[in-house]
């Protein structure tokens, strides 16, 4: 007996793991943030590992304290974070309104890229713990928009949840001219890559 669970609780996450067709549970982190690199690829795999071991201590402390309620069983939590990176600038979820507007204003007309990080814990029966993390990285290449494009884009409250202040999957994609390396990356979860980082370890996801 096992079980996966997706340490977020981002709606677009959610679903495309749903979409590969595994079973799963939801229990996002609450903890603070903590970055001590400045570095895309390090940020995000720091924030994806914060995250993931979050969620696996708390089940852990639950899983012993309460022997009489639980089954004994092989755990994996998966966590990610994506940012946005361009200009040498690390961007993440707009502030407000006008912080939208400064992100989509230096990504119009040029190519940014798009980091995913993602770290496993494993937790077995016993309660030993194991961790593995890795990055995915996409190219995006968007088209010059006008200041009032993008101020009708910032209107339908799209961009304000999400990296960059963009959704590649929503009202979005008609500036998006091209991207290079996976879709998936872009929209918050990189489960090609998942799927690979898996098998490396030995782990198939659809018999876990």
Known sequence: MSQLILASSSPRRKELLARIGVAFEI??????????????????????????????????????????????????????DTVVAAEGAILGKPKDEEDAFRMLSMLSGKTHGVYTGVTFVFIDKTGRAGAHTFFERTEVSMSLMSAEEIRRYIATGEPMDKAGAYGIQGKCAVYIEKINGDYNNVVGLPVAAIYRELKKLGVDLYKW
Do not use: F
């Open 27 to 80: 229990c996002p982190a609450k903890g603070e943030e903590i970055i001590s690199s400045t570095e895309p690829s390090d940020v995000v795999m720091e924030l994806s590992e914060q995250k993931a071991k979050e969620v696996a201590a708390m089940i852990r402390q639950y899983n012993e304290s309460h022997k009489e309620l639980t089954t004994p069983q092989d755990i994996l939590v998966i966590g990610a």
